[in-house]
């Protein structure tokens, strides 16, 4: 039973935007008590940091390659994380996971939940 699904993914051409969602289900955990992170991963390399989303004051936080085209948010009272991917290019291609952190992250800790990732396609 994975608590944590993203939604969103597809197809686009460079240039163009996508919004991911992350989105808890059942009720199974305190969404606003995590951090959530996206991270993600393309064929033949090592899992990326995205951005993420502190669970207390709403701080941000974002890889430089992604930093001014996405823009993450959270919306508690639904359950959900939403990331906003704008001027969309090739090397964002890659499967795109939101994971969960009870409260404040620290280097070396390990997420509690992960969701099982959907697909982004950017075409040239």
């Known amino acids: 039973q994975v608590p944590l699904a993203e939604s969103g993914g597809g197809l686009v051409q460079t240039g163009g935007s996508l919004r991911l969602s992350c989105a808890a289900s059942?009720?199974?955990?305190?969404?606003?008590?995590?951090?959530i992170s996206w991270f993600r991963q393309a064929p033949g390399k090592e899992r990326e940091f995205v951005s993420a989303?502190?669970?207390?004051?709403?701080?941000?936080y974002y890889a430089d390659s992604v930093k001014g085209r996405f823009t993450v948010s959270r919306d508690n009272a639904k359950n959900t994380a939403d990331l906003q991917m704008n001027s969309l290019n090739p090397e964002d291609t890659a499967v795109y996971y939101c994971?969960?952190?009870?409260?404040?992250?620290?280097?070396?800790?390990?997420?509690?939940?992960w969701g099982q990732g959907t697909q982004v396609t950017v075409s040239s």
């Open positions: 994971a969960a952190v009870l409260m404040d992250y620290a280097p070396g800790r390990e997420y509690d939940f």
């Open positions: 059942g009720g199974t955990f305190t969404f606003s008590m995590y951090t």
């Open positions: 989303i502190n669970w207390k004051d709403g701080k941000t």
